[in-house]
């Protein structure tokens, strides 16, 4: 009774993940004496009962997405990083320092440290090896300062809106600079913490109401009513 995936492997609807005696159990389903992938999701090995955790919450990689990401660990060549995906990201310490890496010389912890937030691109992924971010173009890199939101993935094309309607608008009514994660970290910076919290305030309604009609006109209005409450935002 052979199983194709190793447990907790992401997989994705129509994938054969088990064949002969087995149960299939949640988002799975049996044809032939096999058992398939319905959703996108992890599998799961339970006995004989085979499920796949869906992954309502999780980004998956794609490559050239921006991400902003935490670094979780310093490691021998560079960093690991949590991307809110179901694998950890990897970023090299020549992608960092652009040049070669010698380790008997340079102190990565001085560079990113634990903790520290990244803006990034995913340079490589499949689903057999971990992603690889790169920081090689402009505005890419260690985040210094701003605020960071984190919402459901899916969302953010709500949030970016029809050819970047709703970004544009949040950006012009609150004078803030805004970098969004296609895996659901939101980065943003403006001139004063009032103006981020009025973004902020913008993109968690958003979220919330992501599956109603006529949603860019109701943030821009919320976003004006705000700022006639507190006098006016400077902008």
Not at 171 to 193: R, Y
Request: glycine share 8%; with cysteine; aromatic share 6%.
């Amino acid at each position: 009774m052979p199983t194709f995936f190793e447990r907790r492997q992401l997989v994705v609807p129509g994938d054969l993940l088990a064949e002969g005696d087995y149960v299939a159990g949640e988002n799975t389903f049996k044809s032939n004496n096999k058992i398939y992938a319905s959703r996108i999701g992890l599998v799961e090995y339970e006995d004989n009962k085979v499920n796949v955790v869906a992954l309502r919450a999780f980004y998956i990689p794609r490559v050239g997405d921006t991400v902003i990401g935490t670094v979780v660990e310093v490691g021998f060549n560079g960093w690991v990083v949590d991307i809110n995906a179901p694998y950890l990201a990897l970023l090299r310490a020549s992608e960092v320092l652009n040049r070669s890496f010698k380790p008997q010389k340079d102190d990565l912890t001085q560079v990113l440290d634990v903790g520290d937030l990244v803006v990034a691109k995913i340079a490589s992924y499949d689903r057999t090896h971990n992603p690889q971010l790169s920081v090689d173009e402009p505005g890419l890199g260690k985040i210094t300062r701003g605020q960071i939101v984190k919402i459901t993935p899916t969302k953010i094309p709500r949030v970016i809106g029809k050819k970047g309607s709703m970004i544009s608008m949040i950006k012009q009514e609150t004078g803030c600079h805004i970098i969004l994660g296609q895996n659901g970290i939101i980065l943003i910076t403006g001139k004063s913490p009032e103006d981020e919290e009025l973004a902020i305030m913008a993109i968690h309604k958003i979220e919330e109401e992501a599956h109603t009609t006529g949603l860019t006109d109701r943030i821009l209005q919320l976003i004006r009513k705000e700022k006639e409450k507190k006098g006016g935002l400077k902008t």
